[in-house]
């Protein structure tokens, strides 16, 4: 496995200011682990993308390593998942996402790409089809942008559907993300509940269990189509007692 620091908060809206952090910290646990839930020692390369803080520059060198690379982009502000996605572009023509996260993120703050619209660009600059985009885990959103996830006929599944069913939701969704040529997971810290995630910038009571959300990625990662993923959102400054720094570096594992 392949894991890209990707040592920025750039597009946070200074609401998760701290998790440029998190790569280093995460890292720094994740030495702790010895295997994984699989019985498996996570075996692994360190890369970085080299951060500037001029967000276009850095944006650009992001996607780069996305074209050349593939692995794990460890945030990190949700941002750079617009460069990561558009870098796999550049290797495949049909791409999906799967974004677990508490937010839509397609509710437009900016005239560039942030952590609470990096989706609505995606979509809008005709780089991943609406079809193409399955969200998990949603419960905090406007109005606007559940009309626009219909309008658009984006797949999405909200903590109230997980709850009816989280294996019942796991299958529908890996049917529909089979399909895709090429596939790139978005892990937001936020869509698992605050009290086992309390390190992050926008915390929404009612989200996933760890236990859940370890569940839901042991299956969906066995799809043979995933070409990166992301982890990003987690502020360690704002942590208690290490939780979600933890969790993070045990949701990595899983993935080596």
């Not at 690379?69 to 558009?86: N, P, R």
């Not at 982890?231 to 990595?252: C, F, G, M, Q, Y």
Request: hydrophobic content about 40%; proline content about 3%.
């Amino acid at each position: 496995m392949k894991i890209i620091k990707v040592e920025t908060s750039e597009g946070a809206q200074d609401k998760n200011e701290g998790c440029q952090e998190a790569p280093s910290k995460i890292l720094e646990e994740f030495k702790n682990i010895h295997t994984n839930e699989f019985w498996k020692k996570p075996f692994y390369q360190i890369d970085s993308v080299e951060i500037k803080n001029d967000l276009k520059e850095d944006m650009s060198a992001i996607e780069e390593k996305a074209s050349q690379v593939q692995g794990v982009f460890l945030g990190g502000s949700h941002t750079i998942t617009y460069s990561i996605v558009k870098g796999l572009k550049k290797k495949f023509k049909d791409v999906g996402i799967i974004s677990f996260d508490a937010h839509p993120d397609v509710f437009k703050l900016f005239d560039f790409p942030s952590h609470g619209d990096w989706l609505l660009y995606l979509i809008e600059e005709g780089i991943v089809k609406a079809e193409n985009v399955i969200l998990v885990g949603i419960r905090s959103f406007h109005k606007e942008e559940i009309d626009y996830l219909k309008e658009k006929g984006i797949k999405f599944f909200t903590m109230k559907q997980l709850f009816n069913g989280l294996d019942d939701v796991c299958d529908s969704v890996m049917e529909s993300a089979r399909k895709f040529e090429a596939l790139h997971l978005s892990l937001d810290i936020d869509v698992i509940d605050p009290s086992a995630a309390p390190g992050t910038g926008c915390l929404e009571p009612g989200g996933l269990s760890t236990r859940e959300f370890l569940h839901f990625i042991q299956r969906v990662k066995l799809l043979g189509n995933i070409k990166s993923v992301d982890l990003v959102e987690v502020n360690p400054r704002k942590d208690v007692n290490n939780l979600t720094v933890k969790l993070a570096a045990k949701i990595l594992g899983e993935f080596s």
